[in-house]
């Protein structure tokens, strides 16, 4: 049976939802729906009627493209407000011939009870390896033998009020939240790989109005702060030099601008009219130097907060957000934050995008978390799976006809 699952990620730009199906290790995507968000304020939600107006829409969309309702979710959130703790959990094993994943399940139980932060709700554990009997460090214990398994855990906490408002948002909605997962966890799901797996770098997630640095060690998020500053700036700065309204200096940015003057030309102008009728030359190297100062300045200003954040010795820098799409970003961002700085490459299809990151990774890790523990899941009964079954077998169809004719 096909297994399939939901994410969302209410953004402060829009709201992006996907349904994707896990088919041994290639994740393929059944449906996906973005709408423009409203009721929030420079990062934070100040309707949360708004938003849930838009998160209907937004589940509206997916309903109408697969004929199927979305019940059941993982959620990604921005981690505000957010703190660590690191305890020990040790447990007896059910069967001493060979650690399963309920012994991990019982693990991370354990850790969780020993930690309760008033304010704070736990939201994601992470064990530190493991050890067995032989006391030895293992990433996966499951198959061998042991009396006990013994690991340290991460715990991660985030603010109650601010993990509230997010609940409280799905629950007008009518939806059951089956995980949750902090975005910049979400983000290095969606990169992971098993090189960074054994390394200490940086994740750099440029939002519509605020940028988060992570910190992550071998997987496991040790760090993260919140810069003000972000893909809004841009616009805003467009708007001011040109006097446009902000969605028109959005459309010029994403149709026009280029993030780096090494890559714009001169000579190619575009003739616009501004908020007051007038008609405007706009060359596309003049735009640009607009762009890149503000990129240059957020990158800057990662750059110093990652020195803040750490000390230790970075392996990668990796950046995410709709802004790194533009032209000449990694030439920008590797003079700023050197040699070791990329931007990430989507490669799953019809989400070739990285504002889709948070939303691919948000279901991945869900997906791993289960095959740590292993445990199934589906967020659909076998009626709705077999349903899409049939969306996919009459796409496939239309997809031959037109190839034929």
């Known amino acids: 049976m096909k297994k399939v699952y939901t994410g969302i990620d209410i953004g402060e730009n829009s709201i992006k939802i996907a349904v994707m199906e896990k088919t041994l290790d290639t994740y393929n995507l059944l449906a996906k729906s973005e709408v423009k968000t409203k009721g929030f304020e420079k990062g934070k939600i100040i309707d ?47 069967d001493p011939n060979m650690v399963c994943g309920e ?131 841009v616009d805003h700065d467009i708007s001011y030099i040109y006097k446009l309204g902000t969605k028109e200096a959005r459309i010029l940015k994403e149709s026009y601008a280029l993030a780096s003057t090494r890559y714009a030309d001169k000579y190619d102008v575009l003739e616009i009219k501004d908020e007051a009728g007038q008609l405007e030359k706009i060359s ?26 750490t000390n230790r010795k970075i392996s990668y820098i990796i950046i995410l957000g709709g802004l790194s799409e533009m032209t000449g970003f990694n030439y920008i961002a590797s003079s700023i934050l050197g040699e070791k700085a990329s931007v990430w490459s989507s490669t799953t299809i019809g989400m070739r995008h990285n504002k889709y990151a948070t939303l691919i990774g948000t279901i991945k890790y869900f997906v791993d978390k289960l095959d740590m523990r292993s445990k199934s899941y589906n967020m659909l009964d076998a009626d709705l799976i077999n349903e899409i079954s049939k969306i996919d077998e009459n796409k496939m169809k239309e997809q031959i006809d037109l190839m034929l004719n």
Request: hydrophobic share 40%.
């Open 48 to 94: 949360i009627k708004a938003v849930a107006n838009c998160l209907t829409e937004a589940l509206d969309n997916i309903s109408k493209e697969l004929n199927i309702p979305i019940s059941k979710v993982i959620l990604s959130v921005i981690p505000k407000d957010v703190t660590y703790d690191i305890v020990d959990s040790k447990v007896k094993t059910i």
């Open 284 to 309: 596309q190297y003049k735009l640009t130097e607009i762009v890149e100062a503000r990129v240059e300045e957020l990158l800057n200003l990662a750059k110093k907060e990652i020195k803040t954040l």
């Open 103 to 233: 012994d991990v399940t019982n693990l991370i139980k354990e850790a969780a009870k020993k930690n309760n932060k008033e304010g704070y709700e736990l939201v994601n554990s992470f064990p530190i390896g493991y050890k067995l009997d032989d006391n030895k460090l293992h990433m996966d214990p499951k198959g061998l033998k042991s009396n006990y398994l013994y690991s340290k855990v991460l715990l991660t906490f985030i603010n109650r009020k601010d993990l509230y408002e997010y609940l409280n948002i799905l629950n007008i909605c009518n939806l059951e939240v089956v995980d949750i997962v902090l975005n910049p966890v979400a983000d290095y799901y969606a990169i992971k790989n098993k090189k960074i797996d054994k390394e200490v770098g940086i994740i750099i997630d440029i939002g519509e109005s605020e940028t988060t640095i992570s910190v992550f060690n071998k997987g496991i998020m040790i760090k993260s702060s919140i810069i003000s500053g972000g893909s809004r700036n």
